[in-house]
């Protein structure tokens, strides 16, 4: 079975840097894509990354672009969303997600670390 855990979370002061890792196991994800989805209170759980695991692409949702940065480590297992210039408005609990390549929605998903921006 699939298994994501997240850490890294924390509180951090605006302008500030986190990083999150996402420790995969349970399948050879080369044919998976990984992504990165957050939710504010009182807001829908919200896209902020992705990386196919084999060739690397990545996407990025515009209010992070040029900001975050996800990446893998295929030795490791890990990926990581390296979150540069944080703003108030990127507090949330932040989730990992994996899904096979190709499929519309995303199948499992860890248990969520939480991110606080203070201004």
């Known amino acids: 079975q699939v298994q994501l855990v997240e850490s890294g979370g924390g509180l951090v002061q605006a302008g500030g840097s986190l990083r999150l890792s996402c420790a995969a196991s349970?399948?050879?994800?080369?044919?998976?894509?990984m992504g990165w989805f957050r939710q504010a209170p009182g807001k829908e759980r919200e896209f902020v990354a992705a990386?196919?695991?084999?060739?690397?692409?990545?996407y990025y949702a515009d209010s992070v672009k040029g900001r975050f940065t996800i990446s893998r480590d295929s030795v490791k297992n890990t990926v990581y969303l390296q979150m540069n210039s944080l703003k108030p408005e990127d507090t949330a609990v932040y989730y990992c997600a994996a899904t096979v390549v190709g499929t519309p929605t995303y199948d499992y998903w860890g248990q969520g670390t939480q991110v606080t921006v203070s201004s």
């Open positions: 349970g399948r050879t994800f080369s044919s998976y894509v």
């Open positions: 990386i196919r695991w084999s060739g690397g692409a990545t």
